[in-house]
């Protein structure tokens, strides 16, 4: 591990997520990195109750606003801090202790942006804005800022009507992913997905009809098609000098669900051109904070499409841990509290498994895809020639560690349960359809032939 003098310790971490999701693991992977070093960490997220909440390395949790708006969120934040500064062991007339704040999804981020001179100096946060964090995390704004700067982005439209959706999906040519521009305003509940898969002018029909619902834009996008070795990413730090000393590429091993989701197995491998193309993106932007990238390789061209761009950690950023404990995270913590960041060693062959969605990939997905030509030709070769160590054959898992374990059986319970009633749900569906559904066979007497009808009784 990094020796715990090269941080900050006096510094405490406040995580903040108001995505409600308790199966989270990128919340609980970085209460575990910050934790381990010695830095307090605590956290805003959707309830106390939480399997991330049964963390070791979590002192305290408050529940994170019911309306998401960032003057709350920033009341939140300063009252938050006045208890952590009135538990801590310091004098009375002690100044107060600056408080470092970790976004952990895309709404909280632009939140902190919007205000963060409010927040400043009291709370720490990197040097961003808005409009910055807008331009790459609105999925429309990120189309145009990849046209603008010659990076591959899949072909993407967006209508502006009902017939103009169904012309444009047939011109992509079906299927065709559909998202929602600003996916963090889909209301809770509502069954809006921010990313689909839609095979048909009716179902693109139906989703654009759900607009007003969604509070942003659909836009179409041509689907690249999926297969082994082609999904990559990038998590990086990007410091306030602008150097990304700590960043790395991996592969999706696994995702959840199949060719379209989360990842749910990744691998560290290095592949330069998705590394090149990340640093250069950072230079273009003149971005600060952590970073996910994800990319696809588009098989026909051999070129890799940005298919989206996080301004916060992703939830397997554990993945990139090197030998020494160093990951974004921690990079975050010492760039912003004025200590020098290492830098990265590189440790190709490290996997990271989310048990959860590992499991539902293996049901739904024995079998891997097929190896396919370029794909397999683009991994293999990436690694070829870039210094990486390795092969590490290091596993981490997503919620099990020996050193914090009731995560692990808080989520098994709360996984079940959340299973549980997502079948009880389904069954009932189903049946609801079967007391709905026609009678079998003819609904009205069968008519007599014509010998009957014109024979009296």
């Known amino acids: 591990m990094l020796r715990r003098q090269s941080f900050d310790t006096s510094v405490p971490t406040v995580l903040v997520r108001i995505d409600r999701n308790p199966f989270h693991h990128g919340t609980l992977g970085a209460a575990r990195s910050l934790g381990r070093a010695g830095i307090p960490v605590h956290a805003v997220i959707e309830s ?3 399997p991330v909440a049964r963390s070791r390395y979590l002192r305290s949790t408050r529940a994170s606003p019911g309306t998401p708006t960032a003057t709350e969120l920033t009341a939140l934040l300063h009252r938050y801090a006045d208890e952590i500064d009135g538990e801590s062991a310091r004098a009375p007339d002690a100044a107060s202790t600056p408080l470092l704040v970790l ?7 632009l939140a902190l942006a919007r205000r963060r001179a409010e927040l400043s100096p009291r709370l720490l946060l990197p040097e961003q804005t808005e409009e910055q964090l807008l331009r790459v995390a609105d999925k429309a704004a ?12 899949p072909r993407t439209e967006l209508p502006a009507g009902s017939d103009e959706a169904a012309a444009m999906a047939w011109s992509l040519g079906l299927p065709v992913v559909a998202k929602w521009s600003r996916p963090w305003l889909l209301p809770a509940g509502g069954g809006l997905r921010s990313t689909s898969i839609v095979r048909s002018l009716a179902e693109v029909r139906e989703l654009y009809a759900r607009s007003p619902e969604a509070g942003s834009r659909l836009l179409l996008q041509e689907l690249l098609p999926a297969g082994r070795d082609l999904d990559w990413f990038f998590h ?14 991996g592969r999706k091993e696994r995702s959840w669900p199949d060719g379209a989701g989360l990842t749910a197995v990744g691998r560290w491998a290095a592949n330069p051109a998705v590394e090149r193309a990340a640093r250069e993106l950072f230079e273009a932007l003149g971005y600060r904070g952590v970073c996910d990238l994800d990319f696809r390789m588009n098989r026909s061209t051999g070129a890799y499409h940005l298919l989206d761009f996080n301004p916060r950690p992703g939830a397997q950023f554990r993945l990139f841990a090197d030998a020494d404990g160093l990951d974004v ?5 010492l760039d912003l509290t004025g200590r020098p960041v290492p830098p990265h060693s590189p440790a190709c062959g490290r996997r990271f498994v989310v048990e959860n969605y590992a499991a539902l990939s293996l049901l739904t997905s024995p079998r891997r895809r097929p190896a396919d030509g370029a794909g397999a ?7 070829a020639g870039t210094g990486c160590e390795g092969p590490s054959r290091r596993t981490e898992y997503a919620w099990w560690a020996a050193d914090d374990p009731a995560p692990a059986f808080a989520m098994g319970l709360a996984w079940f349960g959340h299973l549980l009633r997502r079948a009880v749900a389904s069954a009932r569906r189903f049946l609801g359809s079967l007391r709905t559904r026609p009678p ?18």
């Open 48 to 50: 106390s109750t939480s």
């Open 103 to 109: 976004p952990l999804d895309d709404v909280s981020a």
């Open 142 to 153: 990120l189309a145009e800022t990849c046209a603008d700067l010659g990076l591959p982005h």
């Open 236 to 249: 990086g730090y990007v410091a306030a000098d602008g150097g990304c000393t700590t960043g790395a590429t």
């Open 329 to 333: 995270v921690r990079a975050l913590h």
């Open 377 to 383: 030709g683009a991994g293999a070769g990436a690694e």
């Open 440 to 457: 079998l066979g003819p609904t009205t007497p069968r008519a007599r032939s014509s010998s009957q009808q014109l024979t009296p009784r």
